[in-house]
């Protein structure tokens, strides 16, 4: 970790278990974000997916490397079309 992001999610504490891009639960002592290419500047169209579970989990886009963070409150968003693929394949996600 550098520049203090490890602090930075130690501090937070909404910071619940992660899905990193691998898919793999953990703490959030024990993530990194893996760095992501981004395919072009331009946005790629939107897919809505609705989380299958009540827990907060936070995940990053394997393509365009954006956070997105799900909850009870929050199971249904936008998520760029680049990085749907691999968060429906992770069997958390459904595509709506």
């Given at each position: ?35 992501a290419t ?59």
């Amino acid at each position: 970790m550098c520049c203090g992001r490890l602090r930075s999610l130690m501090r937070d504490a909404s910071a619940r278990p992660i899905l990193s891009a691998g898919f793999t639960r953990s703490t959030p002592t024990a993530v990194g974000r893996q760095t992501a290419t981004v395919q072009s500047a331009q946005a790629s169209p939107s897919v809505m997916l609705r989380y299958s579970r009540t827990d907060a989990v936070r995940v990053w886009g394997p393509v365009t490397g954006r956070r997105y963070d799900f909850s009870a409150a929050e199971t249904v968003q936008p998520v760029d079309a680049g990085d749907a693929a691999a968060l429906l394949r992770s069997g958390l996600f459904v595509r709506t």
